[in-house]
């Protein structure tokens, strides 16, 4: 997630600022010993040393939108603790790397789909944190890149000839929901060394890349890497087809809605229908998902196995479907409580994996109309059940 910028001369450098020039959170958070904070460049001076501002503006300046023009705003990586709070001390690159990642999972668990403009699309590449050394007074900048075996620093340039372009995936992408309640639960699970937050540690990399949307990763590689995250999440005794499906499934156990039986598009493969017909809809899903990874990963698809999503399809689902995964794994902890969007979300995804995916905006999918109608009526009967208690307390008051 690294694209590090340093001084020309590191030992002459004032200090070393953190940033995520590509989004602009919708308030400051803490994750770990790290403070991301939306910040406007005219306000720069209020986080960072007032010798040292003028240098820092220009730097982000460097880093423009479609347009040519310099970023408006972005996301500063401040320290929680330590003299100077802007300063990331270089030793601390990686630490800040995990805090940018676990951020980005925070933000990605809360993504809706096929909302339209309503909602606001996501992706783990808004996320990635930039590094510039800043010295005072100085104008220069030396971009370094990492290579194979060690890497390339090239030295000369100054700020007004450098320009870094906003790449094409960022465009139309914005935050707007963090969910802290997750990152809490994810801090508090490596304090107490469970096995979950190795478990995710382990497997939110390949998740991310996953939904990088990088122009050089094809479709069927997403759909690799984000079947390898789910492998990773969920540690199956068997890393198989069957075994990652097996495992999912029983994390999904108290969510079953629909099998493959009752399924309206979903078919069982054609030498194993009696078997298979009893399965969940999520079941059969993990294992096609796990099948598109094995088709890539090794000599092609198997005529024998149905084939109920495409590519795309799957990335949708996955991406759905892990951060839900990551809140299972935690509830089973007793270290996160789903909400209500949240328990609305599991107990229609087997609706949603066998929902309409549309024709185009003639025929939208069918994915909003059924997440939506579910969360409402978990919250009508969330305020019903809340007036009923209020009302038994006010009768055992008047008794």
């Not at 994915?367 to 006010?394: C, P, Q, Y």
Request: aromatic content about 10%; glycine content about 6%.
């Amino acid at each position: 997630m690294a694209d590090i910028s340093l001084p020309a001369s590191e030992d002459n450098a004032s200090g070393f600022v953190v940033f995520m020039p590509w989004v602009t959170l919708p308030r400051s958070i803490r994750v770990g010993r790290f403070r991301f904070c939306p910040l406007r460049l005219s306000e720069i001076a209020t986080v960072v040393d007032q010798s040292i501002a003028p240098v820092v503006e220009r730097a982000v300046q460097c880093y423009v939108r479609r347009n040519g023009q310099p970023i408006e705003s972005c996301t500063i990586v401040l320290r929680v603790r330590g003299p100077q709070h802007w300063n990331v001390p270089r030793r601390h690159w990686n630490l800040a790397v995990e805090a940018a990642k676990k951020l980005a999972l925070a933000c990605l668990s809360e993504q809706r789909f096929f909302e339209g403009h309503f909602s606001p699309h996501l992706n783990a590449t808004m996320f990635r944190i930039i590094g510039q050394g800043v010295s005072a007074g100085s104008d220069q900048i030396a971009p370094y890149f990492a290579r194979r075996g060690g890497g390339l620093q090239i030295g000369g340039l100054r700020f007004k000839d450098v320009v870094f372009q906003r790449p094409p995936q960022i465009e139309g992408t914005s935050c707007e929901v963090i969910n802290e309640r997750l990152l809490r639960a994810l801090e508090k699970a490596e304090r107490l060394e469970c096995g979950a937050a190795r478990a995710v540690n382990s497997s939110l990399e390949t998740f991310l890349l996953a939904n990088a949307e990088a122009p050089d990763l094809d479709s069927d590689s997403c759909v690799t890497l984000s079947a390898i995250s789910f492998e990773r999440l969920i540690e199956p005794t068997t890393n198989t087809a069957q075994g990652l499906a097996s495992a999912f499934a029983d994390y999904w156990a108290p969510f079953v809605r629909l099998t493959v039986a009752n399924a309206k598009r979903i078919k069982p493969d054609e030498k194993y229908t009696p078997e298979q017909n009893s399965w969940p809809i999520h079941r059969k899903w993990m294992k096609e998902l796990y099948e598109a990874r094995s088709a890539t990963v090794h000599q092609g698809p198997r005529s024998e196995f149905s084939k109920n999503w495409s590519a795309w399809q799957h990335l949708v689902l996955a991406a759905f479907a892990y951060p839900l995964t990551i809140k299972l794994r935690l509830a089973e902890a007793g270290l996160y409580s789903p909400n209500d969007r949240e328990l609305a979300a599991f107990e229609v995804f087997d609706l949603l994996l066998d929902s309409s995916w549309g024709k185009g905006w003639r025929k939208p999918p069918e994915w909003s109309k059924i997440l939506s109608m579910a969360e409402g009526t978990r919250a009508i009967h969330t305020a019903v059940a809340s007036a009923m208690r209020k009302h038994e307390g006010n009768l055992s008051g008047e008794t």
